[in-house]
Structures are given as C-alpha cells and as structure tokens.
C-alpha cells in the first residue's frame, strides 16, 4: 500500500513534469514558426517579440531542472524511473537550445530588413523551418504516447532537413558570386539556415531519447549525415 | 557510523566521476588544440584524428551519465550532493558539444585544403582556439578547486572570444569583397569562427555551474553578449 502510495505520487508529478514539457515545446514550435514568419517578412515587430519569448522557455527550462532534482531527492527513483525523470531533463535541455536557435533567427531580421531582398531564400528558410517545426510537433507527440515508430519516423526526416541545407549553401553561394552586394545578407542567411539544420539535429536528439525509452535502445548513433558541405570539395 | 559509510561511498563514487570528467576535459583540450593547428598547417592526416578521436569523448560523455544515474539510483543523495552529481552530467554535455564543434572544425579542413590560403585568418582562428583552450583548462581547475573566483575570472574571459570573433566576421567579409574567388573558403572560415566563439559559450556555461555550485547562486544571466554580428548594421 505504501508502495503503491509513493508510486502514484511519483507518476503525478512526472506527468506534471511532462505537462511542463509539453507547454516547453509548444512555446518553442511557436518560436521557430514566428522567427521565420519574422524574417520573410522582415517584421521586425514580430522578430522582437520572439526574443522576448525566450525568456519563457529559459524559465521553464530552469523550473524543469529544479523539478527533476525535486522528485530524485524526494522518490528516489530506481532505474526505469530514474531514466524517465533524466529524459525529461535531457528533453528540456534540447528545448532550450532550439528556442535560442529560434532567437537567434528573429535576431538577424533587423539586420537583414536593412540589406538586399534575397526573397527565394529567405522563402526557403520557411519552409526548412516549417520542416523542423512539423518533426518537433511529432517529437514531443511520440513521447507523450511512448511511440518508437513515430519517433523514428522523425528521426530519418531529418535528412530531408539536412538536404534543404545543402541546397541553400550552393544557391547562397551562388547569389554571393553573382553579385558582391549581397555577400553580407548572404553570410546572415546562411548562418540561419545552418541553425535551422541543427534545430533538426535537436529534433532529432528529442526522437532518439524517445526511442531509449521505449524500446531500451539508442538508434544507431552513425546514422547518414547528409550535411556533405563540411566535407565535399565546393567549386569556387 | 552507516552514515558515514554511505557518504564516503558516494565521496568516493563522487571522485570518481569527476576524475572522468577531467579525463573527458583533457581529450577536449586536446581536440581543439589539435583541431586549430591541422587548419592552419592543412594537415590532413592530423584532422582525421581528431575527428576519429571525437569516439572517445562521446564514450565518456556516456559513460558519466550511466555512473551519474547509477549513483542517484544506489546512494539516493540529498540536495546538496545531488546538485553535484547533476553538475557532472551538466558539464559532460557541454564538454561533449565544444568536441562536436572542434570535430566540425577538423572536418573543414581538407575542404580549405583545395582553395584559396587565407594565412591571416587561420592565423587569427588558431588564437581564437587557443584561448578557449585555455579558459577551458582553467574551468575545469575551478571546478575541481571549487574556486569561484577562477570561475568568474573565465566568465569575464569570453567577452574577449566574442570580440575575436567580431573582427574576424569583418575581416572575412572584406576578404570575399575584395576577391569573389575568396567566398567559398571565407563561408567555411566564418562558420569555424562562429564555432570557436560557441565552444567559449559552453566554456562559460560550465564556468556559471561552478559558481553555482559553490555560491548556491547563478551568475548574473543576462551578461553582456559581445558578438554583435546578430544585431549590428553591417556595411554592403
């Protein structure tokens, strides 16, 4: 009886903690939706509010950590348990570097409003956000419902994220050699576009974790990169 | 007396794990030095060891979070050597993300191999390398010394990385002006730059843990972010 007491108590506050991610993660799909809303639209307004966001999921993140290390020194939790709390912890953690990639994002709309319209780019970058966002949604959806299939689902989508990427090099190089005017809004948009491929490397670090759990496993972990320009020769 | 037998086993648990964290700051250490210098010298042989040493650094970083679970589960600690143990999972991660970024950099390297020699700007990258490498060194000594001070001392510190950083994004873009030729390989050093100046995040971050850890208090968040790159109107 007392076991089953401290059982239920420790499987209401993980669900309390699971709420928290949820909420997390949902600030965060807005995040990424907004920054890139922001920079296509080079809405500055709009690009302002989605820095301020951050702090909210900073927060939460922070009260996610406090939580985690609550519930270990009050249940102390055994092995399966323990690994659950630590995922949340390891969830929330990617969370929070997806929000600030997000940030980052919004940051560089004021800079960009200022320079040349490279309006098929910034296009792009919004559907490649638009991408990551639908992985997170299904992320955080496969470990609510303990789902291995979807979450490894997302994991190999990542490589149609990894692809946009290198689209986006090649036609921002080729923008930049065309025209030496546009090298510096070229530089800030490709530095966005790789933030927005290691959003889905967070992504995808979410459907791992996921897949851990659930099956007791980790995915293999050299899975095909298909981010080739750190490795293939670029014409110049 | 079963106290104590229990705290000198988690002491001596605790110990453990932190000489492994050295061990895994050490190989860090290592792979940035290591990564800067086969850039500069476009050494192609002693890029591949670093990317092949990445293996290890990521072994460890497992391995610490298996002994830190392992620890919460058998000891059961209470808050103070909970924040501990939690600590060393944090620090971990972030050691694991600065050997992913000096992996990335190595990975670069027989890429700029091919093009044009921008010898002023490996130059400056290296310096960059170096000082994190030595701020790195010192965090971890403030870790291990639990010397606050050292701690905020390498805080300071990364507002000297992130100016290093601003006069490299200038130099590069002036680079690629003047000459269309030098974009491609000006792209790559940009992006090294950009990593180099996150590696000195992650060495901050694990800076703010040791402040925490010992003052019971996180450093000031919102410190000045001297990369103004994101933010500042830069000149086409």
Chains 1, 2 share one sequence.
């Not at 927060?59 to 690994?83: F, V, Y």
């Not at 319209?117 to 990551?132: F, H, K």
């Not at 293999?220 to 490795?231: G, L, P």
């Amino acid at each position: 009886m007392e076991e089953q007491h401290i059982a239920s108590a420790f499987d209401r506050d993980l669900e309390a903690m699971q709420a928290q991610i949820m909420k997390m993660g949902g600030l965060v799909e807005e995040a990424i939706r907004l920054g890139a809303k922001a920079l296509e639209t080079r809405d500055e307004d709009l690009a302002l509010e989605v820095r301020d966001g951050d702090k909210a999921i900073d927060g939460l993140e922070e009260l996610i950590d406090e939580e985690s290390a609550r519930l270990i020194a009050l249940r102390a939790p055994t092995a399966s348990d323990l690994r659950l709390v630590l995922s949340v912890m390891k969830i929330a953690g990617n969370l929070e570097r997806i929000g600030d990639y997000a940030k980052n994002m919004a940051k560089r709309t004021s800079l960009l409003a200022q320079g040349p319209n490279i309006s098929d780019g910034t296009a792009a970058l919004r559907r490649m956000a638009r991408e990551v966002e639908l992985m997170l949604k299904d992320a955080l959806d496969s470990y609510i419902q303990r789902d291995a299939e979807l979450a490894r689902d997302v994991i190999a989508r990542d490589e149609e994220v990894d692809q946009m990427y290198n689209a986006l090099f090649r036609e921002f190089l080729t923008h930049m050699m065309e025209d030496p005017r546009n090298i510096s809004a070229c530089m800030h948009l490709h530095f966005i576009a790789k933030n927005t491929e290691r959003m889905g490397d967070h992504v995808t670090a979410i459907a791992e974790q996921v897949v851990y759990l659930v099956t007791g496993e980790k995915p293999e972990e050299d899975r095909a990169k298909a981010d080739i320009t750190s490795t293939t020769e670029q014409k110049v």
